[in-house]
Nanobody, 114 residues
Framework: QVQLVESGGGLVQAGGTLRLSCAAS????????MAWYRQAPGNQREWVAS???????NYADSVKGRFTISRDNAKNTVYLQMNSLKPEDTAVYYC????????WGQGTQVTVSS
């Protein structure tokens, strides 16, 4: 069973940057489209960005131009570079497959102060 471990969150001022990492166990990582999701208090979990096995990327309109998703298949790791952070980016961030999710990890908290 695949296990996902997110890290890299923290408290940052508006306009700041953070880089999130997500390490996945298991040998099937490289063939899957991976994604980042986030869940703010009182809201449903929402998709943020995804990257295919062929490195095609897609982004939610709310983060387009500010966030960059990448992956390192040799390390079974997916990253989310977050620039120009806004208070509305505050949420717990999770990674998972884009389609047919695995068990969720614990997530990593991102807090952006104004």
């Amino acid at each position: 069973q695949v296990q996902l471990v997110e890290s890299g969150g923290g408290l940052v001022q508006a306009g700041g940057t953070l880089r999130l990492s997500c390490a996945a166990s298991g040998s099937i990582f490289s063939i899957n489209t991976m994604a980042w999701y986030r869940q703010a208090p009182g809201n449903q979990r929402e998709w943020v960005a995804s990257i295919s096995s062929g490195y095609t990327t897609n982004y939610a309109d709310s983060v387009k131009g500010r966030f960059t998703i990448s992956r390192d298949n040799a390390k079974n790791t997916v990253y989310l570079q977050m620039n120009s952070l806004k208070p509305e980016d505050t949420a717990v961030y999770y990674c998972n497959r884009r389609f047919g999710v695995w068990p969720w990890g614990q997530g990593t908290q991102v807090t952006v102060s104004s």
